[in-house]
């Protein structure tokens, strides 16, 4: 079989070309450029109604995100729903009474965990778990109401 | 009555004959993968016919399949005043499903086709038989390959397209259309996981390269040596391929993405 230096060239390029593809949908296209796996910590809330909080919708402070929703639980003693978020180490001075509130992202966007810091010295640490909370709002209860008060008053 | 209850049967044992004889070849042709390492000048050869050949087709349809997402996206997430959107739009589409799909079947046509007429040919001219004769596997020499050239070429040519693609979708909607880069980019950076989409995505190409080589190599093998015979072979190839590669989409999609 004839040996073709050129050939062989050719394939390697192609092979490097297809590597560096790979590599361009994983840096660029992908969320792998920022990753957060080793350095953060987790921290848990307990609300009464999480409403549509997914795994990993954002957590946010002040608008920044510096985390992710990881896991959504039912506690089966006061049947709240508890949600577990990883915080980026990086981010590690929010106070102990830090309330969480889940939002909506525009009026049909998603859900999200904001985080709005207290004034206490001391902080949250890994496992901690934040006490004052505010459900999700939704939007079928608050319509209800709304229909409600507007029968009321005009009895 | 009768008689068509005969041609039923004779026709079911026959696809079930031939299910067999391909698993048969399957296990054959992977027991050469040892020899091909020891000589990966073989190998080389292959990727050039199989990948390299089919190198401008791919970038060249996945440059204008990103163009033609991104003209579409724009229209429709504009109504919604949801434009940003856009990257996200065209890098899902593409990674999870139109790269792995439209990637396969062009590679189906381009390379697949080659492989069954060559090994058809060679064949039907007894140049197979020629190698046995001279103690030489032709499996192991012709065949494993070509199969791992096929095997090792489909994802890196997804990725291309891919990749080729968002690049196209940006070229529309980023250059000629106005969306904002920054939102193109963050957006899509945001919502795209690699393990959920990226790594998916290129686990179908990974199962695309190997059915299609599978299928190619073994009509070729399999061809009635005829000039008619590798025609019908040929065919069957890109038509069984393009069934294999639809219908395992749907089977690796409802495993990967059935569950959210």
């Known amino acids: 079989m004839q040996h073709s230096i050129k050939q062989d060239t050719l394939v390697g390029l192609f092979i490097a070309v297809g590597i560096a593809a790979l590599f361009f949908m994983a840096m660029q296209i992908s969320n792998l450029s920022t990753f957060t796996k080793e350095d953060s910590y987790t921290i848990s809330a307990a609300f009464e109604n999480s409403g549509g909080l997914k795994i990993k919708s954002p957590v946010v402070v002040g608008g920044v995100r510096i985390g992710r929703v990881i896991a959504i639980t039912l506690d089966q003693t006061k049947f709240q729903s508890i949600v577990t978020m990883k915080i980026e180490s990086q981010y590690n001075k929010l106070p102990e009474d830090t309330t969480a509130s889940i939002f909506t992202a525009g009026l049909l966007g998603e859900q999200y965990v904001s985080l709005d810091p207290g004034g206490l010295e001391d902080l949250l640490i890994n496992n901690s778990v934040i006490d004052i909370t505010q459900s999700a709002i939704v939007l079928e209860e608050i319509i209800g109401q709304f229909l409600f008060k507007s029968a009321e008053t005009k009895e | ?260």
């Open chain 2, 1 to 260: 009555m009768i008689d068509l209850l005969t041609q039923l049967g004779k026709k079911t044992r026959y696809s079930f004959a031939k299910l067999g004889r391909s698993s048969f070849f399957l296990q054959q042709l992977l027991m050469g993968i040892t020899d091909v390492l020891v000589r990966p000048q073989l190998l080389s050869k292959q990727l050039y016919s199989v990948g390299v050949l089919s190198f401008f087709l791919i970038t060249i349809s996945g440059l204008f399949v990103g163009m033609v997402l991104g003209l579409q996206g724009y229209y429709i997430l504009s109504n919604f005043g949801a434009d940003e959107a856009l990257g996200v739009m065209v890098a899902t589409s593409l990674v999870r499903e139109l790269g792995p799909v439209v990637a396969a079947l062009l590679f189906a046509g381009r390379a697949g086709s080659a492989l069954t007429a060559e090994i058809g040919l060679m064949k039907a001219t007894e140049q197979l038989s020629g190698m046995e004769m001279m103690a030489i596997d032709p499996i192991k020499r012709i065949v494993t390959p070509r199969f791992l050239a096929g095997f090792i070429s489909l994802p890196l040519l997804t990725a291309l397209f891919s990749s080729v693609g968002v690049l196209g979708g940006h070229l529309i909607g980023v250059s000629l259309l106005g969306v904002d880069e920054g939102s193109y980019w963050s957006q899509m950076q945001a919502s795209l996981d690699v393990y959920d989409d990226i790594l998916n995505g290129v686990i179908k190409s990974i199962v695309f390269g190997f059915v299609i080589s599978w299928i190619a190599l073994f009509e070729g093998y399999d061809a009635i040596p005829t000039s008619e015979g590798v025609s019908c072979a040929t065919t069957r190839t890109v038509v069984n391929s393009a069934f294999a590669i639809l219908g395992l989409d749907f089977i690796l999609t409802a495993l990967m993405f059935g569950d959210i």
